[in-house]
Structure formats: C-alpha cells, structure tokens
C-alpha cells in the first residue's frame, strides 16, 4: 500500500466531509436521547461506505472511456458549479 496516496484521499475525503449536510444529518439523530449513539455511528458509516464503494466503482468504469484529466476538468467544473450555486443562492 502506498501511504502517501493513502494520507492524500483521506486527507481530501475528510477535510470534505467535515462540516457537510451529512455530518450535520448525523448530529441531529444522534442529538435524539431515544437513538442508541451506535446505532447512529453504525448506519452512518455503513452510508459513508457504500457511497465510497459507488464512487470506485463508478471511478473505474467511467475512466475505462473517458480520460484521468478529462474527469479532472469535469469534476474541477463540477465543483466550481455547484460553489456557484451555493453563492448565488446565499446572495439572493
């Protein structure tokens, strides 16, 4: 395994998940007193998981067609657009 790829997507993957709608969903239900905090932390994960699993997969077989810096320049636009969108949506 190589470490430094490793670190690199954990770093990214966690420093974008901080703060986001999911974390902010998590924190709701394990704000409830009735919801078990495992529970919680089980369902989320396994979420978090599968989602990663999808976004391999996807990863994989999309790069099998499309060029690495092609999907860098969509996932760049991807990015800038939804930003976009969000500053729009606060300005208005």
């Known amino acids: 395994m190589d470490i430094k790829i490793f670190l690199t997507i954990f770093t990214t993957v966690f420093i974008a998940e901080l703060g986001d709608k999911t974390q902010l ?7 409830d007193k009735d919801v078990s905090k495992w529970l919680v932390f089980a369902a989320a994960a396994t979420a978090l998981v599968l989602a ?7 990863g994989s077989a999309l790069s099998a067609y499309i060029s690495e810096k092609v999907l860098e ?8 657009a939804i930003g976009s969108f969000t500053l729009y949506r606060a300005l208005a």
């Open 25 to 31: 969903a998590t924190m709701l239900f394990a704000a």
């Open 52 to 58: 990663s699993a999808i976004g391999v997969l996807a």
């Open 73 to 80: 320049c969509i996932a760049g636009v991807g990015f800038i």
